[in-house]
């Protein structure tokens, strides 16, 4: 028998074989992805997110960062925290579904990507990794590390961070009054 007779048949056994390879691409990636970052999990963070923000979080945080507003905000006071709870009601209903999204939209990328990286073969590895007792104990501990890792560098940084801010205060102060002469004379 030739070997050409054999071209056919081949070529049709890949074109076969391919999406189902893809399709256990696919599964495989979805199920690693579920594994590392569950999608109800993230699907909370991000609505808790949306929350704080709907309370004024955002916008609170950002006028922390002036000395004069931190001042009116360390005084409690009742009609400045309604209006900062309007703003963020009206933040977290502009954003709010756009994080969520995002957030979507990240899971179904991640599981692309990882798709397109590892084969079939590889991807099964990692997720009998991930579903091994070492992988769940990495999976258990990933988020307190994680928090460890970002309190070591709050600590470390933020003080030369708000030491930095402080400096730089006046000079961005005097170029404000430059740019805004007005602003400056009504103070």
């Known amino acids: 028998m030739k070997s050409s007779m054999f071209v056919p048949a081949i070529v049709a056994a ?27 999990q993230t ?37 400045i925290n309604a209006g ?24 179904k990328e991640a599981i692309t990507r990882y798709a397109a990286t590892f084969t079939a073969a590889e991807l099964k590895q990692l997720v009998d990794f991930y579903g091994s007792p070492l992988g769940v104990k990495l999976r258990k501990a990933e988020p307190e590390i994680g928090r460890q890792i970002a309190a070591a560098q709050q600590k470390r940084y933020a003080p030369r961070l708000e030491a930095a801010n402080k400096a730089l205060a006046p000079k961005i102060e005097a170029e404000l009054k430059k740019l805004f002469p007005q602003a400056g004379a009504r103070k």
């Open 43 to 79: 699907r909370a963070a991000v609505t808790q997110q949306v929350k704080m923000i709907r309370e004024g979080a955002a916008i609170r945080a950002m006028l922390s960062q002036n000395p004069g507003a931190r001042a009116e905000l360390a005084k409690n006071n009742p009609a």
């Open 14 to 40: 890949v074109t076969v074989a391919t999406p189902a390879v893809a399709q256990d691409s696919a599964a495989l990636a979805t199920r690693l992805v579920d594994m590392m970052t569950p999608a109800n």
């Open 84 to 107: 900062l709870a309007r703003i963020g009601t009206m933040q977290a209903d502009s954003i709010g579904p756009i994080m969520l999204e995002a957030q979507a939209s990240a899971r």
